[in-house]
Structures are given as C-alpha cells and as structure tokens.
C-alpha cells in the first residue's frame, strides 16, 4: 500500500476534509485513544519550537504511541548528514515522521526517501498543520468555512501561503494584505484561483491596504512580521509594516462577529495589540489547543496500516 504523506493541505483533498475536521473534533472531546498503539513517530525540530513540539510529542501519547523527537543540534543532522540519509534511518525506526525545517525542499527530500509517512509540522514555504487547524477553529465558531470573508494581514509567509492554498481548495473569499515587496508567492495564487475557477466560487485578492482586506471579514489572521531565520531583517520589516497592525480600529471594519486569529508567538504592539489578543474577539487561545486535536487527526489520516 502507497504510503500517504501530509506536505501541503492539497495532499487531502477538499472532500476529505469535513471528515479529518470532524475528527479533530471528537478526539477534543475523547483525548484518550489507541489508534497510533505499537508506532512510533519522528518529531525532527531544525527549527525552535513550543506549540508543534508539544501538541505532536503529546498528541502521539495520547493516541497510544510513542514520539522520538530529534533536535538538529543533538542529532547528526547538524553535522551535515544529508536529509536522505537521515530518512531511509529514521524510516526503519519509526512508523511516521513530522519534520519542522527550512526549504520546502528539505520536506519533499524527506518524503521522497522515506518509507513511511512524513507530516510538513512547518517549512518557510507551508504551514498545513497551522491552517488546518484555524479552519477547525472557524468551525468551531461559525459551524462552516463556508460564506465567510477571511483576511490575512501582514507577511506574505508560509501562513499566508498556505491559507492561499486553503481558499483554492475550498472555494474561500480571501483578502490578503501585504506591504510591497512582502507578498506571498504569486504563482501559488494563480494556482489557487485556477482552483476556485475550477469550484465556481472563491476569491482572491492581494492589496498593500490593510484597512481594504479586513473590510466585511469574519476572520481577521495575522503572524509576526519577520519569521525563524529573518532575525537580521527585524528593523527593516518593523518600518515596513507600518500600519499594518491588528488593531482595535481595523477589527471594527470587520464583520459584528469577526474573529480574530494570531498562531502564535506574538509580538504584542507589533502585528496586533494586547487589546486584540487578549480580547473577547481573539480566539488565539482556542486556536492554540486545536494545534493538538487537528495534529491528532492528521497523525491518524496517514498512519500506516
């Protein structure tokens, strides 16, 4: 049987995924499972992490099985045993892998000489895991993905490119709002609205205007301005984001019942304020713990038989 890999969204399929979201549903309200029982699962960090690290490492518990988790510093990854290596290794110790990296590159590497399964936990390309689990959170809230106005303001980074990807997928009304020369990657958002053309419904739209994308939305998606591995590039990214902060006054444009989502960690006074972010209309909270839940159900989607 072909193993099944989880490197962007698209690798589900829309029909799919009500059924991977109504997993991650029922596995909030029962944590306690055996589905991974007797499998093992990589956790390969190239990259520092809290919330990935966690719901993963605690998510494979609590489903039964049991996470190796690798640092590059304290595996020979950070001595510069190529990634192929390290996935025909790993793929004869474990029964899955999630790796947290750089390149999109290093992911689809891993995939292609691994055995088993490999989960995209975040690469500077893609962010599935993450937007999966907002769109649970949406779910959540409004009991749908669908008739809403989403707006992604900020970096056009992985997040933005992968919640590009979601609107083709599902046939989403998506702003984005990007400072010149920080938009997100063009062709992923010709690919999307070939995708929408293709469901008869969906939108896309990229403006340099924050107050334009949160007009009317129902969901308000922002992330820190400059990413792992974009430290050098903090003050010039701080001037260039000038105005494009989650505000009180931008959330007001939005829709009377928006919600406002943040991944996490913040920078509070930067991309949003504390009011925002810790205000009744934040569920960046939430959000947070569904990282748990929707990982849990992503584990189980392409756990070998």
């Given at each position: 049987?072909?193993?099944?890999?989880?490197?962007t969204?698209?690798?589900?399929?829309?029909?799919?995924?009500?059924?991977?979201?109504?997993?991650?549903?029922?596995?909030?309200?029962?944590?306690?499972?055996?589905?991974?029982?007797?499998?093992?699962?990589?956790?390969?960090?190239?990259?520092?992490?809290?919330?990935?690290?966690?719901?993963?490492?605690?998510?494979?518990?609590?489903?039964?099985?049991?996470a190796?988790v690798?640092?590059?510093?304290?595996?020979?990854?950070?001595?510069?045993?190529?990634?192929e290596?390290?996935?025909?290794?790993?793929?004869?110790?474990?029964?899955m892998?999630?790796?947290?990296?750089?390149?999109?590159?290093?992911?689809a590497?891993?995939?292609?000489?691994?055995?088993?399964?490999?989960?995209?936990?975040?690469?500077?390309?893609?962010?599935?895991?993450?937007?999966?689990?907002?769109?649970?959170?949406?779910?959540?809230?409004?009991?749908?993905?669908?008739?809403?106005?989403?707006?992604?303001?900020?970096?056009?980074?992985?997040?933005?490119?992968?919640?590009?990807?979601?609107a083709?997928?599902?046939?989403?009304?998506?702003?984005?709002?990007?400072?010149?020369?920080?938009?997100?990657d063009?062709?992923?958002?010709?690919?999307?609205?070939e995708?929408?053309?293709?469901?008869?419904?969906?939108?896309?739209?990229?403006?340099d205007?924050?107050?334009?994308?949160?007009?009317?939305?129902?969901?308000?998606?922002?992330?820190v301005?400059?990413?792992?591995?974009?430290?050098?590039?903090?003050?010039?990214?701080?001037?260039?984001?000038?105005?494009?902060?989650?505000?009180?006054?931008?959330?007001?444009?939005?829709?009377?019942?928006?919600?406002?989502?943040?991944?996490?960690?913040?920078?509070?006074?930067?991309?949003?304020?504390?009011?925002?972010?810790?205000?009744?209309?934040?569920?960046?909270?939430?959000?947070?713990?569904?990282?748990?839940?929707?990982?849990?159900?992503?584990?189980?989607?392409?756990?070998?038989a």
């Amino acid at each position: 049987m072909k193993k099944r890999d989880f490197l962007t969204l698209g690798d589900v399929s829309a029909e799919e995924w009500p059924q991977l979201f109504a997993r991650a549903a029922e596995l909030k309200q029962q944590r306690s499972q055996q589905t991974l029982a007797g499998k093992t699962v990589a956790l390969v960090f190239e990259k520092a992490s809290t919330r990935t690290r966690v719901s993963f490492e605690v998510g494979v518990y609590e489903l039964g099985g049991h996470a190796v988790v690798l640092n590059s510093q304290g595996s020979q990854i950070a001595r510069g045993e190529p990634i192929e290596d390290t996935a025909r290794v790993l793929s004869g110790y474990c029964s899955m892998i999630a790796i947290r990296t750089f390149g999109q590159e290093r992911v689809a590497q891993l995939a292609k000489w691994a055995s088993v399964p490999v989960i995209n936990a975040l690469s500077d390309q893609h962010h599935p895991c993450q937007v999966a689990t907002d769109l649970m959170t949406v779910i959540e809230k409004f009991g749908t993905i669908d008739g809403l106005r989403y707006a992604w303001i900020g970096d056009g980074n992985n997040m933005a490119n992968s919640w590009i990807e979601a609107a083709g997928l599902f046939g989403l009304d998506l702003a984005l709002a990007c400072p010149d020369g920080f938009a997100p990657d063009l062709l992923l958002m010709s690919a999307a609205r070939e995708n929408q053309k293709r469901r008869g419904k969906g939108s896309l739209t990229l403006t340099d205007d924050p107050k334009v994308a949160a007009a009317g939305a129902h969901v308000i998606n922002t992330d820190v301005w400059a990413s792992m591995g974009q430290e050098e590039e903090t003050e010039l990214r701080k001037r260039a984001f000038v105005g494009y902060c989650v505000d009180a006054g931008l959330v007001k444009r939005a829709a009377s019942d928006a919600i406002v989502l943040h991944c996490l960690p913040a920078h509070r006074g930067e991309e949003i304020t504390g009011d925002v972010l810790d205000g009744a209309q934040s569920l960046a909270w939430v959000q947070a713990e569904n990282r748990l839940h929707m990982g849990k159900a992503i584990l189980e989607a392409v756990r070998p038989a």
